[in-house]
């Protein structure tokens, strides 16, 4: 079954960095577009980046452009999101999304809280 498993979350001041990972299994990960969400408190889930299945092609959110950096490792099954200069308004639950199977999928998502 297809199985997505974020981690990497925490605490960090602002100004601050963190990387997040979402380990996929359960599918052919090289073929497939990948994303990061993130749902702050009070707030709706919104999209945060896009990676292409073989990592040419990425956007992001006007919010984060300039400071996060999606990337992935097709030999790893992983994609990775690299989160620098980050804000109080960065805090939510960042999850990993792709669509495969006629369906979404959704990791359990990790939790970073950006506060001094």
């Known amino acids: 079954q297809v199985q997505l498993v974020e981690s990497g979350g925490g605490l960090v001041q602002p100004g601050g960095s963190l990387r997040l990972s979402c380990a996929a299994s359960g599918f052919t990960f090289y073929s497939y577009t990948m994303n990061w969400y993130r749902q702050g408190p009070g707030k709706e889930r919104g999209l945060v980046a896009t990676?292409?299945?073989?990592?040419?092609?990425?956007n992001y959110a006007d919010s984060v452009k300039g400071r996060f950096t999606i990337s992935r490792d097709n030999a790893k099954n992983t994609v990775y999101l690299q989160m620098n200069s980050l804000k109080p308004e960065d805090t939510a639950v960042y999850y990993c999304k792709t669509r495969t199977r006629g369906r979404d999928y959704w990791g359990q998502g990790t939790q970073v809280t950006v506060s001094s």
């Open positions: 990676i292409s299945s073989t990592g040419g092609i990425t």
